[in-house]
C-alpha cells in the first residue's frame, strides 16, 4: 500500500507560478497511475491531470490545458504538478491519487484511483 503526502502549496498572485509534489512512501510511485484533483470551496472535486506508469500517457483538464504539466521523478518518487500562468480560478485543494488499476478511458473520475493524499492549498489572489 501507498501512502502520498503533498506539499508546495501556497498563496500567489495571478499570473504566476507554483510546483506542487506528490511524494510517495510504501511503494515505488512508479507502479502507479498518479492523477492530481482539486476542490474549490462549495464545489465538486475535479480532474487536473494524470500521468500513467509509462511516463508518456498524459492527460489535462481542458481548464489547465497548455499551463500545467505533470512529470515524475521516480528517483525522488516523486509526481510534480508544475501550474504556470495561473488564475483566480485554479484556487482550490489539490489532491494526488494512485491506483494500479486500468480506467479505460475514465481517468478523469476520482472514483477510479484508490489511494489519496490529504491536499494541499493553493491560493491564487487577483
Known amino acids: 500500500q501507498v501512502q502520498l503526502v503533498e506539499s508546495g502549496g501556497g498563496l500567489v498572485q495571478a499570473g504566476g507560478s507554483l510546483r506542487v509534489s506528490c511524494a510517495a512512501s510504501?511503494?515505488?510511485?512508479?507502479?502507479?497511475?498518479i492523477a492530481w484533483f482539486r476542490q474549490a470551496p462549495g464545489k465538486v472535486r475535479e480532474f487536473v491531470a494524470r500521468?500513467?506508469?509509462?511516463?508518456?500517457?498524459?492527460r489535462y483538464a481542458a481548464s489547465v490545458q497548455g499551463r500545467f504539466t505533470i512529470s515524475r521523478d521516480n528517483a525522488k518518487n516523486t509526481v510534480l504538478l508544475e501550474m504556470n500562468s495561473l488564475k483566480p480560478d485554479d484556487t482550490a485543494v489539490y489532491y494526488c491519487?494512485?491506483?494500479?488499476?486500468?480506467?479505460?478511458?475514465?481517468?478523469?473520475?476520482?472514483?477510479?484511483?484508490?489511494?489519496w493524499g490529504q491536499g494541499t492549498q493553493v491560493t491564487v489572489s487577483s
Open positions: 491519487a494512485a491506483t494500479t488499476r486500468d480506467s479505460f478511458g475514465l481517468y478523469y473520475i476520482h472514483n477510479n484511483y484508490d489511494y
Open positions: 510504501g511503494r515505488a510511485i512508479s507502479t502507479y497511475a
Open positions: 500521468i500513467k506508469q509509462d511516463d508518456i500517457d498524459t
